[in-house]
């Protein structure tokens, strides 16, 4: 089993940026993949940014490439999310996924991902 933690979540004006970071613990030597979902009220959580075992592979959702940057550090467990150019339509709580990697490609179903963090809420002001 994987035990994911995110922080980092907060109030941001539009323009702003902040780093979300999410903490791995457990089963953690096995090779992971790991991605970043949000959801909104009223809304389906959607994919927002993943990162492959090595971080080589990285893949964002449109509305946040240029914006966003996922990064991981394997010796810390731990993978990041940089989201620069803040908007109010970021709003959302924010949940780090986990599963395993077997060296191909990037998914963007959440029905993919066993392994779930709490959440952390992002809240952006025009």
């Known amino acids: 089993q994987v035990q994911l933690v995110e922080s980092g979540g907060g109030l941001a004006q539009a323009g702003g940026s902040l780093r979300l970071s999410c903490a791995a613990s457990g089963r953690t030597f096995s090779s992971y993949a790991m991605a970043w979902f949000r959801q909104a009220p009223g809304k389906e959580r959607e994919f927002v940014a993943g990162i492959s075992w090595t971080g080589g592979i990285t893949d964002y959702a449109g509305s946040v490439k240029g914006r966003f940057t996922i990064s991981r550090d394997r010796a810390k467990n731990t993978v990041f999310l940089q989201m620069n150019s803040l908007k109010p339509e970021d709003t959302a709580a924010y949940y780090c996924?986990?599963?395993?990697?077997?060296?191909?490609?990037?998914?963007?179903?959440?029905?993919?991902?066993?392994?779930w963090g709490q959440g952390t809420q992002v809240t952006v002001s025009s």
């Open positions: 996924a986990a599963r395993v990697w077997y060296g191909s490609a990037l998914y963007r179903n959440r029905n993919d991902y066993p392994y």
